[in-house]
């Protein structure tokens, strides 16, 4: 307990009012609420502390589940909410997490890293444990990556699920089963038939003929090239032998 929440203690043990201390606590930002949203995937139990989204966890295995491994993992009380601020239910329903603010809790300096990248995959794309290796500028992680991915506090919003192996399978999910995975990737319009047969024949970049630019297939300029135009690379020396330069959006390969 910090200096403020204890003298807040003392201040409603004297003569406050029934229920002073938690409303107070938590209109300061001392106290972590919480609520159940329901969202086109299933039930989602949600956190939040002031205007910080500190957890997200499925419903499926009930309330007791869901504060014991609060109580856990972030160390900190939890207070039940009649309604959950409608910034964070508006992009937990679109599957929507930058521009909100996020509670890390405990997470070392390399976990809160690995999630800032991962919050950049736009809606929609998919990249590489690698891809999240190199562009926090530890292109050797690519294990602790997964770790830190596989123990994100606050999936759906930190979109995880947009992580893949570098073999273009989906891989798992920390968020729930890899079906589950797929079902999220579906909602935000993938095509995951598409997308495995490129894996299965191990082709993991699109080049235009026009621009002589490729991409991570997901990428936004990627879905843009008209079917004539696509050139398909099984890997970044094939591509640049060919006379294509990597996208500056979606950044394919190490600059």
């Known amino acids: 307990m910090n200096m403020v929440e204890e003298a807040l203690h003392e201040l409603s043990a004297a003569q406050a009012p029934d229920g002073f201390l938690e409303r107070t606590l938590r209109a300061c930002g001392l106290r972590d609420s919480y609520a159940k949203v329901a969202t086109p995937i299933g039930d989602y139990f949600v956190a939040w502390r002031g205007n910080r989204v500190s957890a997200v966890s499925r419903a499926d295995k009930g309330l007791d589940s869901f504060l014991g491994w609060f109580a856990e993992k972030v160390d900190r009380s939890l207070e039940p909410a009649a309604s959950v601020p409608a910034a964070i239910r508006s992009a937990l329903l679109a599957t929507r997490g930058q521009g909100l603010s996020y509670d890390f809790g405990q997470l070392t300096e390399f976990e ?5 990248k991962t ?7 998919v990249r590489s444990y690698g891809w999240v290796a190199r562009e926090i500028g530890r292109p050797g992680a690519v294990r602790a990556v997964g770790t830190a991915l596989r123990h994100n506090p606050i999936p759906l919003l930190i979109p995880c699920h947009r992580v893949v192996r570098g073999d273009g399978d ?8 890899p079906e589950l ?9 993938l095509d995951l038939g598409w997308l495995e047969d490129l894996a299965r024949r191990r082709k993991r970049f699109l080049g235009s003929r026009t621009t002589h630019v490729f991409c991570h297939p997901t990428c936004f300029h990627a879905r843009r090239i008209a079917p004539d135009n696509r050139v398909e690379f099984s890997a970044e020396q094939e591509a640049r032998a060919a006379g294509y330069r990597p996208c500056r959006d979606c950044r394919p390969v190490a600059a």
Not at 112 to 116: I, N, P, S, T
Not at 181 to 189: M, N, S
């Open 119 to 125: 919050l950049e995959i736009p809606r929609g794309e």
């Open 181 to 189: 995975k797929k079902d999220i990737l579906t909602l935000e319009g």
């Open 112 to 116: 809160q890293a690995v999630l800032r």
């Open 170 to 177: 989906l891989g798992n999910y920390a968020g729930g089963h």
